[in-house]
């Protein structure tokens, strides 16, 4: 591959970084606690997570935060391995998105 992929923003004019310590919400937490399981169970590697972040169009890659791109790529995680289909994880969406009404 040749080129810059979109993710890659080494070496590029950015701004200042922010290193100060950010309180995390539940939702981080809980996907953190997501991908804690998938790697300790599942054995899902850092390197397959970061091949499926790597892999969203640049769109989605924007739009996402940090803890939605690791959502997406452990859910990629787990279609690419046959462990879920696509169809089951939109069935699962649906059911809790209908809780969520």
Known sequence: MNGRMHH??????????????????????????IVQVASRRLGIRVDERRKNIEALPPAAYDAMSYYEKWLVAIAQTLI????????????????VGARRA
Do not use: F
Request: proline share 2%; no cysteine; aromatic share 4%.
């Open 8 to 33: 890659d923003m080494g070496g590029l004019p950015a701004g200042k970084v922010s290193i100060d310590n950010h309180e995390y919400g539940e939702w981080d937490r809980r996907v953190d606690a």
């Open 80 to 95: 690419q391995r046959g462990v879920i289909s696509t169809d089951e994880l939109g069935r699962k969406m649906a059911e």
